[in-house]
């Protein structure tokens, strides 16, 4: 069968595939949803659930540099990666010898497409669709905090990164309520202490990853803006676009309702 992917490769699969690789966390995580765990045959350093599941495949490196010679040795009949997790050279490389389907997501919507081609791709159509809608119903239930209020999500430190526009973690912001203030921004740009001052956001995120933001960080942004809410967030839940979007509403609801006592008191 012919498949087109998110960022218009076309793969041929002439049958169900049977050892897949995965490049990306959260898509991992779905094919072991779909109920896939057995042919799932390698995957990266940073694909750390379902655990235990994951300890028992074959690691192939990390996101952005993968390890060939594991993957050549896996034979895998179907690769799953992502334009922004996975760099350009070692994709068009695979993409020379294997079936390579490449998801490319800044949206919710986009993340379901993702979701119902993944189980077209793997003979798991039924059991995909089930997932988005619920996953579906899950977001119409989430109501954001009233009114909007400016925000800023940082994902690194030393120096300094946040979430610019054109991403996932904006398009989540926004469905919580939150006037990201670095959306005229690229996608994540490197602050500094007085872009951050100045943009006086009422509301700043520090996600647990990719650096893994701790309370004990709070202070020192609390520092720089000593009229923002700080809160140390989940970043899984923002920035994770596979199944893990099923538990990803509710956690939401909970950060909007801390959000809106915070600046009720």
């Given at each position: 069968m012919l498949f087109t992917d998110q960022m218009g490769h076309q793969i041929t699969l002439p049958a169900?595939?049977?050892?897949?690789?995965?490049?990306?966390?959260?898509?991992?995580?779905?094919?072991?949803?779909?109920?896939?765990?057995?042919?799932v045959a390698g995957l990266t350093k940073f694909c750390i659930r379902p655990q235990p599941l994951v300890k028992q495949k074959t690691i192939i490196g990390g996101t952005k540099n993968f390890r060939f010679e594991e993957i050549d040795a896996l034979q895998p009949d179907l690769i799953i990666?992502?334009?922004?997790?996975?760099?350009?050279?070692?994709?068009?490389?695979?993409?020379?010898?294997?079936?390579?389907?490449?998801?490319?997501?800044?949206?919710?919507?986009?993340?379901?497409?993702?979701?119902?081609?993944?189980?077209?791709?793997?003979?798991?159509?039924?059991?995909?669709?089930?997932?988005?809608?619920?996953?579906?119903?899950?977001?119409?239930?989430?109501?954001p905090v009233p009114p909007p209020i400016s925000a800023a999500y940082f994902i690194w430190r030393e120096p300094y990164m946040a979430v610019g526009s054109h991403n996932i973690i904006d398009h989540i912001l926004q469905r919580c309520g939150f006037r990201n203030v670095f959306s005229d921004l690229p996608r994540y740009p490197q602050i500094t202490p007085e872009q951050l001052q100045k943009a006086a956001p009422q509301l700043i995120l520090l996600s647990s990853e990719p650096y893994p933001f701790k309370e004990k960080h709070i202070a020192e942004f609390q520092a720089l803006c000593p009229q923002a809410l700080v809160k140390v967030v989940d970043g899984e839940m923002f920035s994770w676009y596979g199944s893990r979007l099923l538990y990803v509403p509710a956690y939401l609801q909970q950060v909007v309702r801390e959000v809106s006592a915070a600046s009720e008191n």
């Open positions: 169900l595939p049977q050892r897949i690789v995965s490049l990306v966390p959260s898509q991992t995580e779905l094919l072991f949803y779909l109920g896939l765990a057995d042919r990666g992502n334009k922004e997790e996975n760099y350009r050279e070692g994709i068009e490389a695979l993409q020379q010898k294997y079936p390579v389907w490449m998801s490319d997501i800044y949206t919710l919507e986009d993340a379901l497409q993702m979701m119902q081609e993944v189980g077209r791709l793997t003979g798991t159509e039924a059991k995909a669709t089930d997932l988005i809608q619920q996953i579906r119903s899950g977001f119409r239930s989430l109501q």
